[in-house]
């Protein structure tokens, strides 16, 4: 098996063929040798024993491809929002990102970054904020999503949506997410709407045995 580390930011992270990124000597050691079974025990029992909220779930899932389907707001509604342009002057409405920034210090950035191709070897969920991400550039990109409240999002419960330029998705809280995606140009910026501390509290990891891909 192979194994990398996520992505503080979107909760990507992806494989390569033999190596475990960002990893010492001892910790490949550690994980020579076991089972997928044994390694999510092992992460389970470390994380309870350090503390650390970030779940280290493993989930054997093989050469599994999900092909990505058009967003529309009413596929994506089991997991958020699609957000469109509105006049300058509509009043708040359902249709309104409906958001969820009570529990923290909002924190609105503009990440960049790399393109690492349509693929994950992760997936991530944040139990305390509804998160909104939309692309700047004109070029689409892709999200894999999950709904909230399962303990270890299995294949069957993974889809894949394109999103196109001008649009941006608000993801509920607990959805579990990997993006964005996207394997052109290299590299893209993203705005980001969550909480300040997001990526060091409220980032919880599903990992899988080998990487998902993503068919367009």
């Not at 999900?66 to 006049?87: C, H, M, N, R």
């Not at 999103?163 to 993203?190: M, S």
Request: charged share 20%; aromatic share 12%; hydrophobic share 30%.
């Amino acid at each position: 098996m192979a194994f990398l580390s996520a992505s503080s930011h979107s909760g990507v992270s992806y494989f390569s063929s033999s190596t475990r990124v960002n990893s010492s000597k001892n910790e490949k050691q550690r994980f020579q040798g076991r089972t997928v079974r044994d390694l999510h025990i092992c992460a389970r029992s470390e994380e309870s024993q350090s503390g650390n909220n970030l779940d280290k779930n493993f989930v054997s899932v093989k050469g599994l491809k999900i092909f990505a389907k058009k967003l529309s707001s009413s596929a994506f509604t089991p997991y958020g929002q699609v957000v469109e342009w509105i006049d300058d002057m509509e009043v708040y409405g359902q249709d309104s990102a409906q958001l969820d920034l009570s529990q923290g210090t909002p924190r609105f950035y503009i990440m960049r970054l790399p393109a690492r191709g349509l693929q994950f070897g992760n997936i991530t969920h944040h139990k305390r904020v509804s998160q909104c991400l939309g692309g700047l550039s004109d070029k689409p990109w892709y999200m894999a999503v999950a709904r909230s409240g399962l303990e270890e999002p299995q294949e069957e419960d993974i889809e894949a949506f394109e999103v196109p330029p001008g649009t941006f998705i608000k993801l509920e809280a607990g959805t579990w997410h990997a993006g964005p995606l996207f394997d052109e140009p290299q590299t893209q910026d993203f705005y980001n709407l969550e909480l300040s501390d997001t990526n060091q509290n409220d980032h919880y990891n599903t990992w899988y045995e080998a990487p998902i891909q993503v068919r367009l």
